[in-house]
């Protein structure tokens, strides 16, 4: 059973940056993909941002258009999101998930495992 707990969200200025990290804990297989997912009010769950643990390749949202990038730490405890010109439009609750795959995926149903989410507002 893997465990993630998010943290680094809150609120900034439009223009700015934030980085999220999600803490791994639990199972046994480091097979997995890690994934970034956010979900904003009114709206349904999208895909931001995938990465695999053995370092393979990255996915991104449409949306990111170069300004988030998402990368694990040396010892694959934590999965970070890096996001860097900040909008009023990536308001939302960012979730991290995990896919027990090898290549990244982007649908909200590939993921098997899921953290309880972290807030990130930004202002005008």
């Known amino acids: 059973q893997v465990q993630l707990v998010e943290s680094g969200g809150g609120l900034v200025q439009a223009g700015g940056s934030l980085r999220l990290s999600c803490a791994v804990s639990?199972?046994?297989?480091?097979?997995?993909?890690m994934g970034w997912f956010r979900q904003a009010p009114g709206k349904e769950r999208e895909f931001v941002a995938a990465?695999?643990?053995?370092?393979?390749?990255?996915r991104y949202g449409d949306f990111v258009k170069g300004r988030f990038t998402i990368f694990t730490d040396n010892f694959k405890t934590s999965v970070n999101l890096q996001m860097n010109s900040l909008t009023p439009e990536d308001t939302a609750v960012y979730y991290c998930?995990?896919?027990?795959?090898?290549?990244?995926?982007?649908?909200?149903?590939?993921?098997?495992?899921w953290g309880q989410g972290t807030q990130v507002t930004v202002s005008a």
């Open positions: 998930a995990a896919d027990e795959n090898v290549l990244p995926r982007t649908l909200v149903r590939d993921y098997d495992y």
């Open positions: 639990g199972g046994t297989s480091r097979r997995y993909v």
């Open positions: 990465i695999s643990w053995n370092g393979g390749p990255r």
